[in-house]
C-alpha cells in the first residue's frame, strides 16, 4: 500500500525533469541603456485563448512611418512557456474611415522558449491609420495529420 | 463515488476538445490568409508565396531606395528574368504577380506590363501602343523603366531520420536602370520541416 502512494509522486517527479530535459529555452541581453526613441503604442485585447497569451505575449507595440507616408507597426512577442512553438500571425489595416483595405497576409513566426520575436508590417496603402494584429498558435495542418 | 464524478466531465472536455481539431469530411471554402490551408513540406505553398511576397515588399518600401524620378509620378518597374531553380514547376507570377500588386497599391510603383524578358505581360497594351505611335507617325514606343526586379529562387531538401526539412529561398535585386547597380537586394527563407507524409514522398 505504501509502494502505490510513492507512485504518483515519482511519475511526477520524471515528467518534470524528461520535460525541463528536452526544452531549449532562449536568454535575451540587450544594452542597459535604452537608446531608443519607440512611439510606443497603447493597445486594446481580446482573449479568447488563454494558452496564445502565453505562448506569444505581446510586450511592446510601436508605430512609425517609412517611404515618407506609408504606417509601420511592430509588436515584440515572447513565448512566455518553456517550448518552441509556432505562431500564426496577421496584420488587417484600415483607413480613416474604419474600411478593411485588402485583405490580410498570414505569417508564421517560430519562437523557442523564452524567446522575444519582433514581427512587424509596413500598409501598403497610404490610406491606412490603424490595424488589427490577429494571433493563434499554429496548427500545422499537413497531408499527414489531416 | 469520487472517481465516477470526475470520469463524466472528464469525457465531456476531451469530446469537445476532439470537435474543435476534427479534419473536415467533405469539400469546404477555407480562408486562403487563415490557419486551415494545408501546409506540404515538399513544396511551396501558395501561403508561402504569399508570406514571402509580403515580406519582401515591406524591405522593398521600407528601404526608401524607390525614388520618383517624374514629380508626382510612381517609379517605373520591368520585371526581368525570375528563375525557379527549384524540383517543383510553378508560375514565378505566384509570387511577382503579389508583389505588383501590393506595390501598385503603394502609390510608390507602378509596373510596365508592355516590357519584360521574352512574353510581356500584356501583349494587347504592347501592341495597341505600337498601334497608336504609328498612326500619330511617332516612332516605336519605347517605355524606359526606372527600375528592373530579377531573382531566384532556391531550394534545398536534407533529411534526418523520418523528419523531412526543406528550406526555400527567395532571392529579389532591384537594379537602378540608370546607374545599372543594385540599389536594394533581399532574400526571404522559408524552412518547413515533418515527418514523411502520408501522400507522396
Redesign the interface.
Known amino acids: 500500500m505504501k509502494n502505490f502512494s510513492i507512485l504518483p509522486r515519482v511519475a511526477l517527479a520524471a515528467s518534470l525533469l524528461l520535460t525541463v530535459a528536452g526544452c531549449a529555452t532562449v536568454n535575451t541581453i540587450t544594452p542597459a541603456e535604452d537608446r531608443t526613441t519607440p512611439n510606443r503604442i497603447a493597445d486594446k485585447r481580446i482573449i479568447t485563448d488563454n494558452n496564445v497569451s502565453r505562448i506569444a505575449f505581446v510586450s511592446e507595440i510601436t508605430e512609425s512611418t517609412v517611404a515618407g507616408n506609408l504606417k509601420h507597426v511592430q509588436a515584440k512577442m515572447q513565448n512566455l512557456t518553456a517550448a518552441g512553438k509556432n505562431v500564426d500571425y496577421r496584420f488587417q489595416w484600415y483607413d480613416a474611415a474604419g474600411m478593411a483595405i485588402g485583405e490580410p497576409v498570414q505569417h508564421t513566426a517560430f519562437l523557442e522558449g523564452g524567446q522575444i520575436v519582433p514581427i512587424g508590417e509596413t500598409a501598403t496603402s497610404p490610406n491606412a491609420v490603424t490595424w488589427q494584429l490577429d494571433l493563434a498558435e499554429s496548427v500545422g495542418r499537413t497531408p499527414g495529420n489531416l | 463515488m469520487k472517481s465516477s464524478l470526475l470520469i463524466v466531465p472528464s469525457l465531456l472536455g476531451v469530446l469537445t476538445l476532439a470537435g474543435c ?1 476534427t ?1 473536415p469530411t467533405g469539400a469546404q471554402y477555407i480562408d ?10 515538399g513544396k511551396i505553398d501558395f ?1 508561402d508565396f ?2 514571402a ?3 519582401l ?2 524591405s522593398l ?2 528601404s ?1 531606395v ?1 525614388q520618383q524620378r517624374r514629380p508626382g509620378q510612381p517609379a517605373l518597374f520591368a520585371i526581368s528574368r525570375i528563375t525557379n531553380d527549384t524540383d517543383q514547376q510553378f508560375d514565378t507570377d505566384q509570387l511577382i504577380g503579389n508583389m505588383r500588386t ?2 501598385l ?4 510603383v507602378q509596373t510596365l506590363s508592355t516590357v519584360g524578358l521574352g512574353q510581356v505581360q500584356d501583349p494587347l497594351a504592347q501592341q495597341e501602343a505600337a498601334k497608336n505611335a504609328f498612326v500619330q507617325n511617332q516612332g516605336q514606343p519605347n517605355p524606359i523603366p526606372d527600375y528592373t526586379l530579377t531573382g531566384k529562387i532556391l531550394m534545398q531538401k536534407t533529411q534526418a531520420g523520418n523528419v523531412n526539412q526543406t528550406a526555400y529561398t527567395f532571392y529579389l535585386t532591384l537594379t537602378d536602370v540608370t546607374t545599372q547597380a543594385a540599389v536594394w537586394e533581399e532574400h526571404k527563407q522559408i524552412v518547413k520541416q ?7 514522398f
Not at chain 2, 486562403?32 to 513540406?41: E, H, L
Not at chain 2, 497599391?105 to 510608390?108: A, E, I, L, Q, T
Not at chain 2, 515533418?194 to 507522396?200: A, D, F, V, W
Open positions: 481539431g479534419p486562403p490568409n487563415g490557419q486551415r490551408a494545408i501546409v506540404d513540406v501561403q504569399n508570406s511576397a509580403s515580406d515588399v515591406q518600401l521600407n526608401n524607390i501590393m506595390l497599391h503603394s502609390g510608390k515533418g515527418k514523411e507524409s502520408s501522400i507522396g
